[in-house]
């Protein structure tokens, strides 16, 4: 997008006061899902309880296969036209990964057979935005009142504002950040309203705020690998157990009602410098095997995301953020690598929800 490619970056000092970062997620596609059956059909094939959605929520939602891995994780929410349940003419949005968005959508065309709705592509983009105090009352001013609730949503004339998680919090206590989703004419044109209080941020430092938030996206080197519940996505809103049946949902919720899980995602940090002293690119690392010290011969879990992440005073990232997929038995004792048994180290850090109680 031509206007975001036009402003200042974000220096390397970090975000000011009364600046806004904005961040082109292009690695985002948005399917758009209409017709009068359209609420009923999503909800027989997405985790997520899609009839009980708000008009001014969105929820992360995962889409199974019969066997429950997950083909596609992303966040769910209702069109203008469908505001109330009795709505006959109204759709859905669907925000995923780029790189399977087409496959999702043919996937899920599949399953339409007689029900009165249409999938598509939506031409609509999807801009990272975070701000401090300050930022956020020059949104507001240029806007209107954003959604500060994680998971709210608003409707403006800029676009479709949705409250993203945040674990990160500057100085004064807040660290928002929202997707913000609309066609590029008029994203283009709001962020001319912004002038200079608007900045360029890296993809790699939005996707490094999503890893410290625990939020797992799917994508196409991950997809037929994962249950919900081995990346969190229950723990994050995800899931309902409630709902009813789709693809994948009894052995999602065997999960959940028998037994205890053994394995659950975690997240970690490794050093850049380590991680490109083994030939790895951090784009290419979702899939990739993670080992543990008392058992090298053979991986114990996977990762899930990863993105470069810089600390306070860098001029370069100078770490790699990862949420992988692994055991609880692994992170009692002993290291975890990455790639590898001799990989780089993983530090591994607490995430902003509490996880489940250990497997047996």
């Known amino acids: 997008m031509h206007a975001l490619h036009a402003l200042s970056p974000v220096p390397a000092a970090g975000l000011a006061e009364g600046a806004v970062a904005l961040t082109p997620l292009d690695m985002l596609s948005v399917v758009h899902a209409a017709g009068a059956d359209t609420i009923p059909f999503l909800q027989g094939q997405l985790t997520q309880d899609v009839k009980s959605l708000g008009a001014h929520q969105a929820r992360l939602a995962g889409y199974c296969t019969a066997k429950g891995r997950l083909l596609a994780s992303g966040v769910v929410w209702m069109d203008n036209a469908r505001t109330e349940p009795q709505a006959a003419d109204g759709g859905c949005y669907l925000m995923v990964s780029s790189d399977l968005a087409a496959a999702f959508q043919k996937r899920l065309s599949m399953f339409v057979l007689r029900a009165k709705v249409k999938l598509a592509a939506a031409p609509l983009k999807v801009i990272g935005v975070t701000a401090r105090q300050g930022g956020i009352a020059a949104l507001n001013a240029a806007f209107g009142d954003l959604p500060r609730g994680a998971w709210d949503r608003v409707d403006l004339p800029s676009g479709t504002w949705i409250a993203a998680p945040a674990a990160t919090e500057s100085a004064d206590g807040v660290h928002a950040r929202w997707w913000w989703v609309g066609t590029e004419d008029t994203v283009a044109a709001a962020i001319g309203m912004l002038g200079a209080t608007a900045l360029r941020a890296d993809a790699s430092a939005w996707q490094a705020d999503d890893i410290a938030a625990g939020l797992p996206w799917i994508i196409a080197a991950t997809q037929d690998v994962f249950v919900p519940q081995t990346v969190n996505l229950e723990l994050v809103g995800g899931v309902s157990f409630t709902k009813g049946c789709y693809p994948g949902q009894e052995v999602v919720a065997r999960s959940h009602y028998l037994g205890k899980l053994k394995r659950r995602m975690f997240r970690a940090t490794a050093q850049a410098a380590d991680v490109q002293a083994k030939a790895m690119q951090t784009a290419a690392l979702p899939g990739t095997d993670i080992f ?69």
């Open 292 to 360: 543990h010290s008392a058992d090298p011969a053979q991986p114990c879990g996977r990762v899930v995301n990863a993105a470069l992440s810089a600390q306070p005073g860098d001029t370069a990232p100078s770490q790699v953020a990862v949420l992988f997929e692994s055991t609880f038995v692994s992170m009692d004792s002993g290291t975890v690598h990455l790639g590898a048994a001799d990989g780089p180290v993983l530090t591994v850090l607490p995430l902003p929800y509490p996880l489940a109680d250990k497997g047996a």
